[in-house]
């Protein structure tokens, strides 16, 4: 038994905390906020979604980067700034939009997802009602609108999920 001590207490830290007291371990768990899982972890999308694996990094994410830079609304915002560690940050995040990289990111990524998606699964039968949530498992819709789309997300299933129905 050791003593363990979980700094942040959004689904990673809680989750990690949780584990851990499973296995024995006494575990002090700190989160800075007022509640716990109350930053990033308090209102996302919600989406399982191990299917949808692909890195945030693409070859095409560069272009539209660009066209997006001074909106609002844009989904991935860039405010450049004079600060070495931003630049350093882009600079990894462009080499990893090359196609290779890609490729590995997403087998990666997939790994871990399923295995995440297997220790959910768990954790529901083994909490049963105490695990509440506002869970629906009747799969995602993802609207496509343009033939390049539809084919490049052909291509992405036909070579992630050769096992799958
Ligand atoms: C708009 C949006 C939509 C998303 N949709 C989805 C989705 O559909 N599906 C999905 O799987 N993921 C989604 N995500 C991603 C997902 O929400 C995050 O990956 C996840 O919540 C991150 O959890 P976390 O525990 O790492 O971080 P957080 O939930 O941010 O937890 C970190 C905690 O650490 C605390 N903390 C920070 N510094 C300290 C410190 N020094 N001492 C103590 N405590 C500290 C913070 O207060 C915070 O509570 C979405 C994210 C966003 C922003």
Redesign the pocket.
């Known amino acids: 038994m050791s003593r363990v001590i979980v700094?942040?207490?959004?689904?990673?830290?809680v989750t990690s905390a949780w584990a851990l007291v499973n296995d024995g371990h006494e575990v002090t768990l700190?989160?800075?906020?007022q509640d716990i899982?109350?930053?990033?972890?308090y209102a996302?999308?919600?989406?399982?979604?191990v299917s949808d694996s692909a890195p945030w990094a693409t070859p095409s994410v560069p272009f539209k980067v660009m066209r997006w830079l001074g909106r609002n609304d844009a989904p991935f915002r860039l405010r450049p700034r004079l600060d070495i560690t931003q630049w350093h940050w882009l600079y990894l995040f462009l080499l990893n939009c090359r196609g290779r990289a890609l490729s590995a990111g997403t087998e990666r990524n997939l790994r871990l997802a399923t295995y995440s998606l297997s220790r959910l699964q768990q954790t529901r039968s083994t909490l049963g009602n105490e695990f509440s949530y506002d869970d629906s498992q009747k799969g995602i819709i993802r609207l496509i609108d343009s033939q390049k789309e539809a084919d490049a997300a052909r291509h992405y299933f036909a070579k992630n999920h050769k096992n799958e129905n």
């Not at 700190?30 to 906020?33: M, N, S, T």
């Open positions: 700094i942040g207490g959004g689904i990673v830290g700190l989160e800075a906020g899982a109350g930053q990033t972890s996302n999308g919600g989406q399982i979604a």
